[in-house]
């Protein structure tokens, strides 16, 4: 089974399914359950959420809701989340133009800041990012391999390891 | 964070159909061709649905994009299919359609110029029916997948806002679809405060 998330959309995936998101100035983040082998995503759109009246209903917009949703969604005590998950992070592309001189519009490098800020206090490890840069990205968790898979246009598919 | 009342939407119908009539005048001008337009129904949309129905996973698109420098805050943005972007330069340089294959050079000039002369046509109109100057800055290219451009642009409204104006023209030319889709996204608090 295909299964696709947009924008601030968070869900999981267990093998056979694939699981799949087109990225921007967005950031996914992918994380792995050593122990069920199962997987899940977030669509983060901006860094922070708490206050929003949105981020009950889309937890997975925002860097520092996304993380307590995904936990949730996999049954993972946050108490178990350092040693059961491990991480991969893709996307924060700067499509805009937008330059240095406008660090609050930067909204890529500031989504990648904060989901790696949440990451850490959570104590889970980043085993693979492909971050940044100008173009957009289409990501696939292949649950059946255990991989995913980076396509940017003009480039060939990569292997996020 | 203030949203829009339906008067004020229905004000913002009336004037961007006007803007709308205008740009598709000079574009006319500007390709030397019969443009026409249709213009979907404006209404404040969250960020979310437009990503939904901007164009499958697969979608590639060429968009110009250029905030709005002075009068409103917000942007502008054109959208065109792969396809209808070599069309159009093709159009714009002279050349037989189906010449175009890349976006390199000239070619991406004459779409960032064409981009300048159309936003600058629709916000002066807009800003003459509201009584303000209305500039827009310089325009950026992107040549990407649909949902990642539409990604990047809609990330930058949800800074301020979870839902935008969604105000979107179409052009015809000669009577053919060009697949070129015109979208005013303001930030809604800004234009609340000036009608």
């Known amino acids: 089974m295909n299964k696709t998330i947009l924008m601030g959309q968070h869900d999981t995936a267990k093998n056979p399914e694939l699981l799949s998101t087109t990225l921007g100035s967005c950031v996914a983040i992918i994380l792995f359950d050593k122990e069920t082998k199962n997987w899940s995503m977030a669509h983060i759109m901006l860094p922070n959420g708490k206050d929003e009246k949105d981020s009950v209903e889309l937890p997975g917009k925002y860097a520092d809701t996304a993380l307590p949703a995904l ?23 700067n499509m805009l133009g ?10 890529g490098d500031r989504n990648i800041e904060a989901v790696k ?22 990501v696939t968790i292949d649950t059946v391999n255990n991989k995913i898979f980076v396509n940017q246009i003009g480039e060939s598919k990569k292997e996020l390891i | ?47 979310q649905k437009i990503v939904e129905s901007s164009g499958g996973p697969e979608s590639i698109s060429v968009a110009l994009y250029l905030n709005i420098d002075k009068g409103i805050s917000g942007a502008l943005l054109f959208l065109l299919s792969e396809e209808s972007a070599y069309h159009f330069v093709d159009l714009l340089i ?8 890349n976006l390199e050079g000239i070619s991406r000039s004459a779409l960032l110029e064409t981009a300048n002369i159309i936003a600058c ?17 310089v325009p950026h290219l992107m ?3 649909t949902q990642s451009i539409m990604d ?9 806002q979870q839902e935008t104006l969604y105000n979107e023209i179409r052009f015809e030319s000669d009577g053919k679809s060009i697949d070129f889709a015109l979208y005013f996204l303001p930030i809604n608090e800004s234009l609340s405060q000036m009608l």
């Open chain 1, 98 to 107: 937008v330059t240095k001189r406008d660090p609050l519009l930067q909204i």
């Open chain 2, 152 to 160: 990047s642009v809609l990330s930058e409204q949800a800074l301020v």
């Open chain 2, 94 to 101: 002279r050349k037989p359609i189906g010449t175009t294959q």
């Open chain 2, 121 to 137: 046509v629709y916000l002066n109109t807009f800003g003459k029916m509201i009584g303000t100057d209305v500039v827009p800055g």
């Open chain 2, 143 to 145: 040549h990407d997948l």
């Open chain 1, 117 to 138: 800020k949440y990451l850490k206090e959570y104590g889970i490890a980043v085993l693979a990012e492909d971050l940044g840069g100008t173009k957009g990205r289409r």
């Open chain 2, 1 to 47: 964070m203030k949203s829009l009342t339906n008067e004020q939407i229905n004000k913002i119908e009336l004037i961007t159909s006007a803007a709308a009539k205008e740009s598709c005048l000079a574009l006319g001008k500007w390709t030397k061709s019969t443009i026409s337009m249709t213009l979907e129904k404006t209404q404040l949309v969250p960020l």
């Open chain 1, 71 to 93: 936990l949730k969604m996999m049954n993972i005590p946050q108490s178990q989340a350092s040693t059961r998950l491990t991480a991969r992070l893709t996307g924060g592309a």
